[in-house]
C-alpha cells in the first residue's frame, strides 16, 4: 500500500522552515526518510521505528507516531543544498517480507 | 553509511538485446538487495527484493522472465533487462538492507538505461 505524502511541493526561501507528511492506511512498522537530487540515486535521511519516536539529523528531523501511522520531516532554517524531492518509505510487513513502499514525493525547491 | 556501488551507471542498447546490470554491497554483507524502478518525475517502484541464494520474490505486475535477478553472492545481485524494448528505458536503482542500522536500506547510484 502506498504512503500518501503531502505537500507534492513547496517552494521556500532560504533560511524558512517546512514540513512533509506521510500517512498510511496501514499499520507500520517503521517509516525512512530519503532526498532524492534530480538525475541521482535516493540518500538516506533517517529511519524511525515502531515505538513512536522522533529523531534528529542537524536541522533536519522527523516523528512517527504509529497510532496514527503517521510521520513528518521538518527541515528548519532551509539550505539551498535541501533542494530535492523527498521520499518516505514505509515497512508495514514487519520481518519475514521486510520492504519499502515509496509515496510519490515531495519536491522541494530552496531559492535565495 | 553501507556503501552501495552499481554498474553500469549508464547504458544504450538496441532493441531486443539483453543488459545486465550489477549491484554490489562494498562494506557489508547484503542477504537482501531490492530493485526499483524510477520513471521521469515519479515515484520508485518496487520491481523485486532479491534474496542471497534462492529465487526473487517479484511484485505484481512484474515479469519475471523479462527481468532476470541472480543473487550468487552476499555482496553482488544482478538485474538483467532481456529482449529490451524502447518502454524499458528507465532509471534502474538497487538497494540493499542493512541490519545492523535497523534495518535501513541504502540505494546504489542507479542504471541509466536507454533502449534505442
Known amino acids: 500500500q502506498q504512503p500518501v505524502q503531502s505537500p507534492q511541493a513547496v517552494i521556500l526561501r532560504e533560511g524558512e522552515d517546512a514540513v512533509i507528511n506521510c500517512s498510511s492506511s496501514?499499520?507500520?512498522?517503521?517509516v525512512h526518510w530519503y532526498r532524492q537530487k534530480h538525475g541521482e540515486a535516493p540518500v538516506f535521511l533517517m529511519i524511525?521505528?515502531?515505538?513512536?519516536e522522533q529523531k534528529g539529523h542537524e536541522k533536519i528531523s522527523a516523528s512517527f507516531n504509529e497510532k496514527k501511522q503517521q510521520s513528518s520531516l521538518y527541515l528548519t532554517a532551509s539550505q539551498l543544498s535541501y533542494s530535492g524531492t523527498y521520499f518516505c518509505?514505509?515497512?508495514?510487513?514487519?520481518?519475514?517480507?521486510?520492504?519499502?513502499?515509496f509515496g510519490k514525493g515531495t519536491l522541494l525547491t530552496v531559492n535565495p | 553509511g553501507a556503501v552501495v556501488s552499481q554498474h553500469p551507471s549508464w547504458v544504450i542498447c538496441k532493441s531486443g538485446t539483453s543488459v545486465k546490470i550489477e549491484c554490489r554491497s562494498l562494506?557489508?554483507?547484503?542477504?537482501?538487495m531490492f530493485w526499483y524502478r524510477q520513471f521521469p518525475k515519479q515515484s520508485l517502484m518496487l520491481m523485486a527484493t532479491?534474496?542471497?541464494?534462492?529465487?526473487?520474490?517479484?511484485e505484481q505486475g512484474v515479469e519475471k522472465d523479462k527481468f532476470l535477478i541472480n543473487h550468487a553472492s552476499l555482496t553482488l545481485s544482478t538485474l538483467t533487462v532481456t529482449s529490451a524494448h524502447p518502454e524499458d528505458s528507465s532509471f534502474y536503482i538497487c538497494?540493499?538492507?542493512?541490519?545492523?542500522?535497523?534495518?535501513?536500506?541504502?540505494f546504489g547510484e542507479g542504471s541509466w538505461l536507454t533502449v534505442v
Open positions: 538497494s540493499a538492507r542493512f541490519p545492523p542500522a535497523g534495518n535501513t536500506i541504502y
Open positions: 496501514k499499520a507500520l512498522y517503521s
Open positions: 524511525l521505528l515502531k515505538g513512536g
Open positions: 518509505g514505509t515497512d508495514d510487513s514487519g520481518g519475514s517480507n521486510y520492504k519499502l513502499t
Open positions: 562494506d557489508f554483507q547484503a542477504t537482501t
Open positions: 532479491s534474496n542471497e541464494g534462492s529465487k526473487a520474490t517479484y
